[in-house]
């Protein structure tokens, strides 16, 4: 992040940036996969940060050979579990302070590889959805993250050049993607208290 660099526009990803889920999101995954009997280990679960639920699952799927497995149907099954851990959901008060600040003062999105339904829900649950002018999703492009798509399309929806633009992410892939995009980059890993 560049100290004289003046953004024009503000992206960020939601879970693990804007919002504290992704503990809630590893509790989801432990139950379903464990039902199905699948194995996905923690440290691989946050390594793949960003990455939409249903390309986890046809990832895993195939590495264990496992063609029983719907991913659509296994992803709904996931959403479904993480929705009943809603109550515990809280801010990233470092994140959430930054868009505060810069709320109706610059342009500001949503770039996120989860579900609509999702990301919508949380942003609810936040009391923050209404601070966004474009919320953009793994719905919304083809390339997921590490690809720069969904940033890319978060700044076309904001009418705000990709270089003028800075996004927040919590993730290497996330940090790829808004690298790639061209934007300034800011890895809120170094400033909130530990990993998400």
Not at 47 to 65: F, H, K, N, Y
Not at 76 to 84: D, N
Request: charged share 25%; glycine share 8%; aromatic share 8%.
């Amino acid at each position: 992040m560049t100290a004289t660099f003046s953004p024009q526009a503000l992206i960020f990803d939601c879970d693990g940036t804007l919002a504290d889920t992704m503990p809630q999101h590893w509790r989801a995954w432990q139950e379903v996969t464990a039902r199905h009997g699948i194995h996905f280990p923690e440290d691989r679960f946050y390594s793949l940060g960003g990455v939409p639920t249903r390309d986890i699952v046809r990832m895993l799927a195939t590495e264990q050979a496992r063609p029983d497995i719907d991913p659509l149907a296994f992803a709904k099954e996931k959403e479904e579990a993480y929705f009943q851990l809603f109550e515990h959901i809280g801010p990233v008060e470092e994140v959430v302070a930054i868009a505060r600040e810069h709320r109706g003062k610059l342009p500001m999105a949503v770039a996120s590889g989860g579900s609509r339904h999702a990301i919508t829900k949380v942003l609810t649950h936040l009391r923050i959805v209404d601070w966004f002018g474009a919320i953009v999703t793994h719905e919304d492009v083809v390339n997921q993250k590490p690809a720069p798509d969904i940033f890319l399309e978060a700044a076309r929806r904001l009418g705000v050049e990709p270089r003028s633009c800075r996004g927040y992410e919590d993730t290497d892939l996330g940090m790829t993607s808004i690298r790639s995009a061209g934007m300034d980059a800011v890895d809120i890993r170094h400033f909130t208290r530990g990993p998400r």
